[in-house]
């Protein structure tokens, strides 16, 4: 599951899950119906015709619905997040974390090669995928931690923002 010129781990490797789908036509109501039914904090928003416009998340919710007061009778697309950054699967795992810390998203919509909405990356899939490959230096007699650090850095590639972001982990 890693790119062998880059040694990268790419998005399909964290196995996003199944996105939980919402018309942007449905009233709040529905789409709060539909996420608790799933069990779920986020919805991708779809149009009519399929195409992806937008996510909404729990916090969407809490800022857009809840704080605002907003009858929960208005369109899903009233309160959504609109055009929300994706990633595709063959993009880096690592990538997708820097995303995803750097705008403090907890939710990224993936696609496929031909732009088809695919899956929806959660956040926690990424840290567990570092917090697994540290262990996994660990497990193999590195005992110091920053050492280990620099290791997933640097067969990561991250540079800057992103090392500075696994350190911090």
Known sequence: AFDEVTDAR????????????????DT??????????????????????????GILTATDMTRRVVAKDVDLRTSVADVMTCNPKCVTMM???????????????RHLPVLDVDGSVVGLLDIAKCLNAVIDKLELFQRKGTNRTEHT????????GAKGTQAEVLRLL
């Open 149 to 156: 650090i620099q290791q997933v850095i640097g067969e990561q």
């Open 28 to 53: 709040i109501v529905d789409a709060a119906k539909t996420l608790v039914a799933k069990r779920s904090a986020a919805s991708l928003v779809t149009a009519s015709d399929g195409s992806l416009s």
């Open 91 to 105: 993009d880096s795992a690592m990538d997708a974390l820097m995303l995803m810390v750097e705008n403090r998203f």
């Open 10 to 25: 790419p998005v399909s490797a964290l196995r996003p899950a199944q996105p939980v789908v919402t018309l942007a036509s």
